[in-house]
């Protein structure tokens, strides 16, 4: 039907990272660095650009659900852009090899899908990794940490280390329409390598793998009404 060329968007190590594409029955949106590209599904035509609430930082996770664009802000160059496919062993490297740190960002926000008004922005003075972000009708949910080491962040890059750190994590869910807290619940995680998060029908799944000689790969599952956790393996 139609296809568009989108400079600095393909994101590398995206395990590590948030997707920068998302849509529903009539657009495509699309980040590409400070800026989400609204598109027409039918016809590929870009019918408005938004920015961060900033206008200074890079977009990192996106979502839309029902009538709003679900956003968070990272500093500039935080997400690890390359080219479709691997030209170096150190881009191979960025991708694939374990302890290497995940794009975070400080900032979530939301912004009407059809005017694109900023509704709300939550910032509670913390670090939020972009993968461990979901979002469905009831809420927006995220591990956001608060260690030191993980706040000292220069470049919107922090290890699993450093953000499991002083066990300063917690789990969060928030109120679309509003971007109020509506719980937060401490956890301890023990992944060292990638960390995801997933939610539907009232679960949320946390991923993520651990280990040195031997990877380990681990699931929790907490309740989407509380935060509380239902089983681990």
Request: include cysteine.
């Amino acid at each position: 039907l139609w296809e568009d060329y989108m400079p600095c968007s393909a994101r590398v190590a995206v395990m590590r990272d948030a997707g920068w594409l998302t849509m529903d029955d009539e657009y495509v949106f699309a980040a590409a660095q400070g800026n989400l590209h609204k598109i027409d599904l039918d016809t590929g035509a870009v019918e408005a650009t938004w920015q961060t609430p900033s206008g200074a930082r890079d977009w990192g996770y996106v979502s839309v659900v029902g009538s709003r664009v679900f956003g968070s802000e990272q500093k500039s160059g935080a997400s690890f852009i390359g080219p479709v496919g691997f030209s170096s062993s150190s881009e191979v490297l960025i991708a694939y090899a374990g302890y290497k740190p995940l794009v975070c960002s400080d900032t979530l926000f939301c912004r009407d899908r059809d005017t694109g008004e900023l509704l709300w922005t939550y910032d509670h003075q913390s670090v939020i990794a972009n993968q461990g972000i979901c979002s469905d009708d009831e809420g927006i949910y995220f591990f956001e940490s608060r260690a030191a080491a993980a706040m000292a962040d220069t470049d919107g890059r922090v290890t699993l280390a450093d953000f499991t750190s002083a066990n300063r994590v917690s789990l969060v869910k928030i109120d679309p329409a509003t971007g109020q807290v509506i719980w937060r619940v401490s956890k301890r995680i023990p992944f060292q390598h990638i960390l995801h998060l997933g939610c539907s029908s009232g679960f949320l799944v946390a991923s993520g793998a651990s280990g040195s000689s031997s990877i380990n790969y681990n699931l929790r599952t907490y309740r989407t009404s509380d935060g509380s956790a239902v089983w681990s393996r």
